[in-house]
């Protein structure tokens, strides 16, 4: 059985830091294709980054492109979210999301199985 599971996040100030983990079961992350959304209330949900499994490529979105950083970990099983320079705006709900066929895509109609996410704050 496919499942994800968010954990890392937390309240912080603007300009800190958050490692955010989304540990994986049910399938490796290396051979999958894997990103990272964000939602807050009465908003759309908005895709963060993405990451093809295989090769280790990466793509993000222009709001958080060079202060996040998306990894994995095969040893751990684990996909990772490194977030510096946070902003209030950066204040969501964070999950992370296991997709197939298309890697590096931040369209989460491509992604199949959800984790129940993950609280980020950031204060001003």
Same mark, same amino acid.
């Given at each position: 059985? $496919? =499942? +994800? ?6 309240? $912080?100030?603007? #300009? #800190? ?14 051979? %999958? ?6 939602? !807050?209330? #009465? ?11 295989? +090769? *280790?490529s !990466? /793509? /993000?979105?222009?709001s958080?492109?060079?202060?996040? &950083?998306?990894? =994995?970990?095969?040893?751990?099983? &684990?996909?990772?979210? =490194? ?7 950066? &204040? ?7 997709? *197939? ?7 989460? %109609?491509? /992604?199949? /199985?959800?984790? =129940?996410? !993950?609280?980020? &704050?950031?204060?001003?």
């Amino acid at each position: 059985q $496919v =499942q +994800v599971a968010e954990s890392g996040g937390g309240s $912080v100030e603007a #300009g #800190g830091s958050l490692r955010l983990a989304c540990a994986a079961s049910g399938f490796a992350v290396r051979v %999958s294709c894997l990103g990272w959304f964000r939602q !807050t209330p #009465g908003k759309e949900r908005e895709g963060v980054a993405a990451l093809d499994g295989p +090769v *280790g490529s !990466t /793509y /993000y979105a222009d709001s958080v492109a060079g202060r996040f &950083t998306v990894s =994995q970990d095969n040893s751990k099983n &684990t996909l990772y979210l =490194q977030m510096n320079s946070l902003k209030p705006e950066d &204040t969501a709900m964070y999950y992370c999301a296991v997709g *197939g066929g298309r890697c590096l895509t931040l369209d989460g %109609s491509r /992604y199949n /199985y959800w984790g =129940q996410g !993950t609280q980020v &704050t950031v204060s001003s």
